[in-house]
């Protein structure tokens, strides 16, 4: 069965940096990718970035590109999102997720707030 446990949330000023993580186990996750979601009181849930195992090919929604950075660590079955120069609309519960068989996102963590004061 496929788990993953994210961690590093928290609450942090305008402008501060921080790193969440993702553990995933249950299955080899070299084929498929892992994203970020992230999803604010009263809002949908969006993709905030990917990243496929092999190859680290990587994409990032426009509200954090160049601020955000996507990574994995194969050996760890680990995928980390560096958030740098965080701003208030970045406050949202984030969640780590993998795809399945059929390439979307089925498998989900339980979520870590991340809120953003100014």
């Known amino acids: 069965q496929v788990q993953l446990v994210e961690s590093g949330g928290g609450l942090v000023q305008v402008g501060d940096s921080l790193t969440l993580s993702c553990a995933a186990s249950?299955?080899?996750?070299?084929?498929?990718?892992m994203g970020w979601f992230r999803q604010a009181p009263g809002k949908e849930r969006d993709l905030v970035a990917h990243?496929?195992?092999?190859?680290?090919?990587?994409w990032y929604a426009n509200s954090v590109k160049g601020r955000f950075t996507i990574s994995g660590d194969n050996a760890k079955n680990t995928v980390y999102l560096q958030m740098n120069s965080l701003k208030p609309e970045d406050t949202a519960v984030y969640y780590c997720?993998?795809?399945?068989?059929?390439?979307?996102?089925?498998?989900w963590g339980q979520g870590t707030q991340v809120t953003v004061s100014s």
């Open positions: 997720a993998a795809t399945g068989a059929r390439g979307t996102f089925e498998y």
């Open positions: 990243i496929r195992w092999s190859g680290s090919t990587t």
């Open positions: 249950g299955r080899t996750f070299s084929n498929f990718f």
